[in-house]
């Protein structure tokens, strides 16, 4: 069955960085595009930033400049690399697959930013 594990969150000073990663499983990860979402206190999930299965990246406004999405297919991992934190980054951040119609989502990894 399709498995998303993310990890690497924590609490982080503003200004920090920190490298999410998801494992994947169940599925031929190399053929997919995938995704980071993250989903703050109060408010809906956003998207973070994508790679098709070429490896072509995209990022949201919010985290241009900032955020580095990037996958090894080898290790069936995804990565997000976080620089320049602040606190409106604080959120549960997600990876997702999204395999035909449906979508699959990891159990999130908890980033804090604060002082």
């Known amino acids: 069955q399709v498995q998303l594990v993310e990890s690497g969150g924590g609490l982080v000073q503003p200004g920090g960085s920190l490298r999410l990663s998801c494992a994947a499983s169940g599925f031929t990860f190399s053929g997919v595009a995938m995704g980071w979402y993250r989903q703050a206190p109060g408010k809906e999930r956003e998207w973070v930033a994508g790679?098709?299965?070429?490896?072509?990246?995209y990022n949201a406004e919010s985290v241009k400049g900032r955020f580095t999405i990037s996958r090894d297919n080898a290790k069936n991992t995804l990565y997000l690399q976080m620089n320049s934190l602040n606190s409106e980054d604080t959120a549960v951040y997600y990876c997702?697959?999204?395999?035909?119609?449906?979508?699959?989502w990891g159990q999130g990894t908890q980033v804090t930013v604060s002082s």
């Open positions: 790679i098709s299965s070429g490896g072509t990246t």
């Open positions: 997702n697959a999204q395999l035909g119609a449906f979508g699959y």
